[in-house]
Each structure stands twice: as C-alpha cells, then as structure tokens.
C-alpha cells in the first residue's frame, strides 16, 4: 500500500519569503505524484504533478516540486510568496497502474504574514 | 477545463433522516467518480470509488448501507447517507477523472458541508 506523509502540519512564512513545503511518500511500485491547494470551504485545485520525465516540475501561481526517487520525496517550493498562497496544501499519490484511487498526506496549512 | 459541481454546497439535517449529495461532471463524461471524507484540519480519506453501471467500491470500514452510492449515468454520482447522525457530521467531496489513465487529470467538487443536528 502506498502512504504519504507530510512532515509539516504548519508553516508560518512572511510574504515575498521562499517556502518549501514537504513531502515524503512511501511504495513498493512506482507512483504518480500531485500536489492540491486547498482554500476553505473548497474542493481540491490541482497545482502540479509528477508523471514521468524531468524531476522538476512546474505548475500554477509559481509553484515547482522536484521528484527524488532516493529520497522518495517530493517538496514543494515556491521563491516568494502572496498573502493569496495562504491555504491548505495536501500531497497525494497515486500508483501508476491499477487502481485510480489517490491517497493523500495529512495536510500543510500555509499562513502568510504580512 | 473539465467540471465537476457539487450540490448542495452545504446541509443541515436532523438526527435519523437521510441526505443525498449529488456529483456532476458538466462538461466530460466520468465513467469514475471518487468520494472523500474531510474532518476538520484533517486530511481527504477516501470512502469508495463509484463507477458507472455498476457497485461502487467502498474502502475498508465504509459502511455501505450507511453511505449509499449511485452512480447511474457517465455525468452524475450521488452519495446518500442514510440515518444520519451527528458524528456523520464532516465535509464530503467528490471528484472525477476525464480519461480512464492514472494519470488522467482529477477534478474535484467544492464539496458538501453536512451538519447533522
């Protein structure tokens, strides 16, 4: 079975500051791997995912994750944030083949201060 | 892009009666539909896997008669959960794949927020 773990449940960051949030998973077959934002009382936003090819992976509102299989992580990063970027941010990941389903890790709640 | 919409956005039920959330895809069809449980500050756990045509698919310690799964046609699942009781109290999301890959992008409701009195 495939678990995630997110090492961080809170991340206090000031606005225009980096931030990394992270996320290690665990599993005996390869995975896909994806990052969602959360802002309350909403659904789940796609920011990025991982499928195959290079480790570094771009997606929306600024957002890059790397892949590192020896580390089975995959962190989130961002150079400078926004007061907008305060949500909930999960990782999840799915197997490649077989079932469809997604687990996801605990949650990290980013707060940006001003 | 791909939309899914959940309905309604939040209820308010009393002991022992019965509540349905309806998941639409408005703009693809989803031959696959997953529903989600969210505790407050907790993360999504996943309670069954509704396909279309047939039995959903329901997670270990998932009540099945409890948490009721139809999924009827290639645009809509709905989730009934029967008897309610507060502690059935949480937020419920749906989702939907638009292609059968597992790497076919998921896309998820804004959710159900259900208060049970």
């Known amino acids: 079975a495939q678990s995630v773990t997110q090492l961080d449940s809170q991340v206090p960051v000031f606005e225009e500051a980096p931030v990394e949030l992270r996320c290690n998973y665990s599993s005996s077959v390869s995975v896909y791997l994806f990052w969602y934002v959360q802002y309350p009382n909403q659904g789940l936003q796609l920011l990025l995912k991982?499928?195959?090819?290079?480790?570094l992976v771009k997606g929306i509102n600024g957002f890059e994750a790397e892949f590192n299989k020896s580390q089975t992580s995959f962190h989130l990063r961002k150079p400078s944030v926004h007061i907008s970027d305060t949500a909930e941010y999960f990782c999840?990941?799915?197997?490649?083949?077989?079932?469809?389903?997604?687990?996801f890790g605990q949650g990290t709640r980013l707060t940006i201060n001003p | 892009g791909a939309v899914v919409s959940q309905h309604p956005s939040w209820v308010i039920c009393k002991s022992g009666t019965s509540v349905k959330i309806e998941c639409r895809s408005l703009?693809?069809?989803?031959?696959?539909m997953f529903w989600y449980r969210q505790f407050p500050k907790q993360s999504l756990m996943l309670m069954a896997t509704s396909n279309e045509g047939s039995k959903a698919t329901y997670e270990q310690g998932v009540e099945k008669d409890k948490f009721l799964i139809n999924h009827a046609s290639l645009t809509l699942s709905t989730l009934t959960v029967t008897s309610a009781h507060p502690e059935d109290s949480s937020f419920y999301i749906c989702s939907a794949r638009t292609g059968g890959a597992n790497n076919s992008p998921l896309h998820f409701g804004n959710g159900t927020r259900l208060t049970v009195t």
């Open positions: 999840a990941v799915s197997i490649s083949s077989g079932a469809q389903k997604l687990v």
């Open positions: 991982y499928l195959s090819g290079s480790t």
């Open positions: 703009d693809f069809q989803a031959t696959t």
